[in-house]
Structure formats: structure tokens, C-alpha cells
């Protein structure tokens, strides 16, 4: 349909990571994500999901020579507002006709849709990570608007209620901001 996705492979000494997206753009406008400055146009159904990985995975083996290890939801959009397809395309990538990806390798990221989060962590075993970025509501309602509906408190009781895994974590993801998230009364509320 003309829209362009980014897939992106993040390549390390230790793991050949595909970051995929979810939708054409994003509703969330978070102030700090290029994606957030886009109109939402779309969510990516599973097949297209499961072609970004095809694809990064085929670039992993041919110019690295390193099979691919890991997936990440954290490209364009936010998972958790395109739920089903997202589970789906995981379905198909930890299928042993698909990629046989073990869930432990796969990670979705969200701002914190709360209900949905909890949705995920019922309906499928991959690791969580939730975008924080402030450390009080009054700052994440400025940057990341989702904060108005899901604040702290409701993020954090969500965290605690996420279904994990034996040896599993959720991971929180922080883009410091100078001059905003920064401080050390920042660093010591984290």
C-alpha cells in the first residue's frame, strides 16, 4: 500500500536482535519518538510482522554469518494497541514450522497499556518492556500522554501483576532527556 516499516537488525557480540514494528505509524505521541510525530495509518498484520523477521533474519545469516537470536517489538507503533496481531505473528515465529523462537527470546515493548499488558502476560510467555522515561506523573503526562489514562501507580500495579515466567524480569526502558529527566532526583526515584 505504499506505506513504509521499519525492521531494523541490531547486531552485538553476543546476539543478532530483530527490531520489528507493529503499526504505520503511531497514535501515542510520545514527544521524544519520531514515530509519535506520524499519524497512526495502520496496524501490520501478523504476516507482515513475521516477513520483517524473515527478512532480518536473511540479512543476519548472509552479512553476518550469525543466525538471528532474539525479536523485539520496538519499532514503529505500540504493540499492545495492535494486540492480536501481535500475538498471532508470535504464535507463528515460536512454532516449530515457523522460526522456533523460544519465547524467552522475544520482547514487546509498551508505554504502559496497562489492561492490555496484563492481556499479554495472560495470553503468551515473551518478556516485557515498559517504556518509563519520568519519574512522576506530572512529566509523563507532558511527554508521553498515555501517562493521563495509565499513570505511575496503575503502570507500576500493572508491572507487579504481569504473569512472568521462572527467571523472568520486565525490563524498563528510560531515554534521558537533558534538562528533563535527568537529575539525581530523578535517578533517585528510579
Known amino acids: 500500500d505504499g506505506n513504509l516499516v521499519e525492521g531494523v537488525l541490531i547486531p552485538t557480540a553476543t546476539r543478532m536482535t530483530a527490531c520489528v514494528s507493529s503499526q504505520v505509524g503511531c497514535s501515542l505521541t510520545c514527544k521524544f519518538c519520531a514515530t509519535g510525530r506520524m499519524d497512526r495509518i495502520r496496524n501490520l498484520d501478523a504476516a507482515e510482522i513475521y516477513d520483517q523477521v524473515a527478512m532480518i533474519r536473511k540479512q543476519s545469516e548472509d552479512h553476518y554469518q550469525i543466525p538471528l537470536s532474539n525479536i523485539v517489538y520496538m519499532g514503529m507503533g505500540e504493540p499492545l494497541h495492535n494486540l492480536e496481531n501481535v500475538l498471532d505473528s508470535i504464535d507463528i515465529l515460536t512454532h516449530p514450522h515457523g522460526f522456533n523462537i523460544s519465547h524467552r527470546k522475544i520482547t514487546v515493548s509498551?508505554?504502559?497499556?496497562?489492561?492490555?499488558?496484563l492481556e499479554l502476560g495472560r495470553r503468551s510467555k515473551v518478556n516485557l518492556a515498559v517504556s518509563l522515561n519520568a519519574t512522576t506523573d506530572e512529566l509523563r503526562n507532558e511527554i508521553m500522554p498515555v501517562n493521563r489514562r495509565y499513570n505511575l501507580k496503575a503502570l507500576l500495579d500493572g508491572c507487579k501483576q504481569y504473569e512472568l515466567g521462572p527467571g523472568r524480569r520486565i525490563t524498563f526502558e528510560y531515554v534521558m532527556l537533558k534538562g528533563l529527566n535527568d537529575s539525581r532526583q530523578d535517578a533517585q526515584r528510579i
Not at 509498551?110 to 489492561?115: C, E, I, Y
Request: glycine content about 12%.
Open 110 to 117: 509498551t508505554s504502559g497499556l496497562v489492561p492490555q499488558m
